[in-house]
């Protein structure tokens, strides 16, 4: 028989121990998922009742499903409607409802009082966890939550000084690098590199995959071919005009998203110049539109889809208790060769 002192109240960790299973088991079979085996689900199920184990957390006691809120402002965003197609599907299998808002204003990204106020009206209404998705975290709300004991989950943070704040994403880095050394090993030397805003933790960890993978293949950089704006078509499209307009333009563009690859086709199809036959272009994310653009467009995939799972499974988690393996969690990417890539042209 487990046995505990008066003094100790039992928690999700416990269960998880003497039962012989994973925290997040654990939290699953606390919440009724569907996803646990009969004879797991007894088994945590009997410990709970055996040590004692009362869920004390704002989650559990509420009396109607739990309330997520997901932080964006790029509805518009392909990559912002694949997440949280993952997201939705988690929430809708953890019976927790979804809301949407915009990331909160002055005074709250610079005052704690006024995010302390504004967590606690999320909180009030039966919010359990925030989930960011590619916008700036500020201290100041990251502190409030954490007062309000309010998790928030940070799906590609553009921005943050506080190094505790738990985020989700890809390998930035080695999908950058990866597509880089796709044109090289197709021949390209003189390689562009157009990307998102220098402010952005991913871009610029895209952006430094692309630089490894030239000093790798002994390419020197060339800084007149380097752009860094926003992640938009109409930033490719007036940086690949750029770009092609050169007296030695480049033969490869990588981008630092799909749209922004989006917007450099356009710029070649205007140009008159023939993709791949005269410039290979990469994009990155994999989003849909890809396989609708002319040629299909060779991307390095995300897996967006579960970027949005992991982040409502993470932070109802911790609503429960339950910490994550670690603060800086990382879903692999790979590379999706299409039709937009080809050798590099002859002189």
Not at 93 to 115: G, H, K
Not at 250 to 277: Q, R, W, Y
Not at 281 to 291: I, L, S, W
């Amino acid at each position: 028989m487990h046995q505990r002192g008066r003094s100790e109240r039992a928690t999700l960790a416990d269960v998880a121990r003497l039962a012989g299973v994973s925290p997040t088991t654990a939290s699953k079979v606390l919440n009724g998922r569907s996803d646990v085996g009969a004879r797991t689900r007894e088994l945590v199920l009997g410990v709970m009742a055996e040590i004692g184990y009362k869920p004390t957390t704002a989650r559990h006691e509420l009396t109607r499903d739990p309330t997520l809120v997901t932080v964006l402002d790029i509805v518009e965003s392909r990559y912002a409607g694949t997440v949280l197609q993952g997201i939705l599907v988690a929430a809708t299998s953890a019976r927790a409802e979804l809301l949407l808002r915009l990331p909160p204003r002055e005074p709250i990204s610079t005052s704690r009082t006024a995010a302390r106020t504004w967590v606690g009206e999320q909180k009030a209404s039966g919010v359990v966890g925030i989930i960011a998705l590619a916008v700036a975290v500020p201290d100041s709300l990251f502190l409030a939550a954490e007062d309000l004991d309010v998790p928030i989950v940070s799906i590609d943070p553009i921005d943050t000084t506080e190094s505790r704040l738990v985020s989700i994403g890809s390998t930035n880095w080695a999908g950058g690098r990866s597509a880089t050394e796709h044109v090289i090993r197709l021949g390209h030397r003189r390689i562009a590199w157009v990307g998102g805003p220098l402010g952005s933790a991913p871009s610029l960890e895209r952006f430094h995959g692309y630089q490894a993978a030239l000093d790798s293949a002994a390419i020197t950089p060339d800084r007149g071919l380097v752009r860094h704006e926003a992640f938009s078509v109409e930033a490719g499209l007036r940086h690949g005009h750029d770009l092609l307009a050169l007296g030695e333009r480049p033969t490869a563009i990588v981008a630092g998203n799909d749209e922004i690859a989006v917007g450099v086709l356009a710029a070649a199809k205007e140009l008159g110049i023939s993709v791949p036959g005269e410039l290979s272009v990469t994009g990155f994310d994999d989003t849909p539109q890809t396989q609708w653009t002319t040629p299909q467009l060779t991307s390095v995939r995300q897996p967006l889809v579960g970027m949005g799972r992991m982040a409502v499974e993470t932070v109802l988690g911790m609503a429960d208790g339950v910490q994550p393996a670690s603060r800086h969690l990382q879903l692999a990417t790979t590379l999706s060769v299409r039709d937009s890539t080809g050798p590099v042209p002859s002189p």
